[in-house]
C-alpha cells in the first residue's frame, strides 16, 4: 500500500501556485485544497484560516529563503564581503519571487498586512531575528560596536524598507553593504580580519 504523503508540504505548494495565478486576495482555502487535491476539511485542519494559511507560507518561504542565503554567502568573510553577498542574493532572490513581485505590483496592501505587526500575533523582524543574530554571532559578533540583537533588526529593517520601497540611490549591493558596515562597526575595526574598506567590483558592473 502507497502512503500519501502529509498535505501540509503539498498545501503550502498549491497556495504558491494559486497566490501566483490568482492573488493572494482571490485565492481561499478550497482553491488550495483543490489544487493540492485534498479535502477542504484537510486544509482548514492543517491552516485554520485564511490568515493561517498566509502566515504558514510565509514562514515557509522565509526557511527557503534562509536555506538558499547560507548555501550561496560565505559568513566568514570578511564582513563587508559578506554583506554584500549577502544582499546581492537577496535582491536576486527577492527580484524573481513570482508571488512577492505579485504582491508588489498588483496586491501590495497584501505585503503591508504581511509585514505589519498584527495584536497577539509575531511580527515578520521578530519571527527573522533569530536567525540573523545566529549568523552574527556565528561570525562577525566581535567586529559591531551595538548589541547584536540591535544590528540584526537594523538590518532587518532596512531589507524590509527596500523591499517594500526598491527604488534607491544606492547605485549597487555594495554601496548597501559599506552603508550598513559604517553603521554597524566600531571606527577601526572595519579592517578585522581582512575586511577591505574600499568598494570591489561586483559581477555584471
Given at each position: 500500500?502507497t502512503v500519501?504523503p502529509?498535505?501540509?508540504?503539498?498545501?503550502?505548494?498549491?497556495?504558491?501556485?494559486c497566490?501566483?495565478?490568482?492573488?493572494?486576495?482571490?485565492?481561499?482555502l478550497?482553491d488550495v485544497a483543490d489544487?493540492?487535491?485534498?479535502?477542504r476539511?484537510?486544509?482548514?485542519?492543517v491552516?485554520?484560516d485564511?490568515s493561517?494559511?498566509v502566515?504558514a507560507v510565509a514562514e515557509?518561504?522565509?526557511?527557503?529563503f534562509?536555506?538558499?542565503?547560507?548555501?550561496?554567502?560565505p559568513?566568514?568573510?570578511p564582513?563587508?564581503d559578506?554583506?554584500?553577498e549577502?544582499?546581492?542574493?537577496?535582491?536576486d532572490?527577492?527580484?524573481?519571487?513570482?508571488?512577492?513581485?505579485r504582491?508588489?505590483?498588483?496586491?501590495?496592501?497584501?505585503?503591508?498586512d504581511?509585514v505589519?505587526?498584527?495584536?497577539?500575533?509575531s511580527?515578520?523582524i521578530?519571527?527573522?531575528?533569530?536567525?540573523?543574530?545566529?549568523r552574527?554571532?556565528?561570525?562577525?559578533?566581535?567586529?559591531?560596536?551595538?548589541?547584536?540583537?540591535?544590528?540584526?533588526e537594523?538590518?532587518?529593517r532596512?531589507?524590509?524598507?527596500?523591499?517594500?520601497?526598491?527604488s534607491t540611490?544606492?547605485?549597487?549591493?555594495?554601496?548597501?553593504?559599506d552603508?550598513?558596515?559604517?553603521?554597524?562597526?566600531?571606527q577601526?575595526?572595519?579592517?578585522v580580519?581582512?575586511?577591505?574598506?574600499?568598494?570591489?567590483?561586483?559581477?555584471?558592473?
Amino acid at each position: 500500500m502507497t502512503v500519501s504523503p502529509e498535505p501540509g508540504p503539498r498545501l503550502l505548494d498549491a497556495a504558491l501556485d494559486c497566490f501566483a495565478n490568482y492573488g493572494v486576495r482571490k485565492t481561499s482555502l478550497t482553491d488550495v485544497a483543490d489544487r493540492a487535491g485534498v479535502s477542504r476539511a484537510t486544509a482548514y485542519r492543517v491552516f485554520g484560516d485564511k490568515s493561517g494559511l498566509v502566515r504558514a507560507v510565509a514562514e515557509a518561504e522565509v526557511g527557503t529563503f534562509l536555506r538558499r542565503l547560507d548555501e550561496t554567502v560565505p559568513w566568514a568573510s570578511p564582513l563587508p564581503d559578506a554583506l554584500a553577498e549577502a544582499i546581492t542574493f537577496t535582491l536576486d532572490y527577492l527580484n524573481n519571487h513570482a508571488v512577492l513581485q505579485r504582491m508588489i505590483a498588483k496586491e501590495p496592501d497584501q505585503l503591508t498586512d504581511l509585514v505589519m505587526t498584527r495584536p497577539g500575533e509575531s511580527s515578520l523582524i521578530e519571527v527573522l531575528l533569530p536567525a540573523v543574530v545566529e549568523r552574527f554571532v556565528r561570525t562577525h559578533h566581535e567586529l559591531l560596536r551595538v548589541p547584536v540583537d540591535q544590528a540584526a533588526e537594523w538590518l532587518l529593517r532596512m531589507a524590509i524598507s527596500l523591499l517594500l520601497s526598491p527604488s534607491t540611490t544606492l547605485p549597487d549591493p555594495r554601496a548597501v553593504a559599506d552603508l550598513l558596515v559604517a553603521g554597524l562597526v566600531a571606527q577601526g575595526d572595519a579592517e578585522v580580519n581582512g575586511a577591505r574598506t574600499q568598494p570591489v567590483q561586483l559581477p555584471g558592473d
